[in-house]
């Protein structure tokens, strides 16, 4: 974690963080991917959907929170990722109707371990909200590529 986030971390004493004046949580990502497996063996494929609902929920938050043309506001959310441990953040391509991103190092793949499908649902979430906020027509993001099944990184795709 890089000196400026350390530094925009604020612990209130009563158990609370904050970051930029949002609320966070310190979690393992083998928490999080322990959590994610049980709700693959409980609910099959609506899983993914439910991890990507609560990433949705805080992008949008985070999104809301952002200033700037739709240029600037992806890449403060790219920036974020990353200064939170999310992974490297890059932007492969932004159009009118279009967003691609990848993720090197996403703490989710790699938590998870070897899967058959991608797992990075947070992260789609995330980006879900990032997309209905600068891209026209508001495409749903699906990730064309993880590292949890074998390719060298992550890589999310909105096309409308």
């Not at 004493?13 to 609320?23: K, M």
């Not at 967003?99 to 979430?125: D, K």
């Not at 993001?141 to 060298?152: F, H, K, Q, W």
Request: proline share 4%; net charge neutral.
């Amino acid at each position: 974690m890089s000196n400026a986030v350390l530094g925009a971390l604020a612990d209130d004493g009563a158990g609370r963080l904050t970051y930029r004046g949002a609320r966070y949580l310190l979690i393992r990502p083998e928490t999080l991917a322990a959590w994610q497996r049980a709700m693959d063996a409980a609910l099959g494929a609506a899983a993914a959907e439910c991890v990507a609902a609560g990433g949705r929920a805080g992008g949008g938050r985070a999104t809301a929170a952002l200033a700037g043309d739709a240029r600037a506001r992806i890449d403060a959310l790219l920036v974020m990722g990353g200064e939170l441990g999310w992974g490297r953040f890059a932007l492969e391509r932004h159009g009118e109707a279009e967003l691609v991103i990848t993720v090197a190092g996403s703490p989710f793949a790699e938590a998870y371990g070897r899967a058959e499908a991608p797992v990075c649902h947070l992260i789609r979430g995330v980006l879900d909200a990032l997309v209905g906020a600068v891209v026209p027509g508001a495409p749903r993001v699906v990730e064309t590529a993880c590292a949890a099944t074998g390719a060298p990184l992550c890589r999310f795709e909105a096309r409308a």
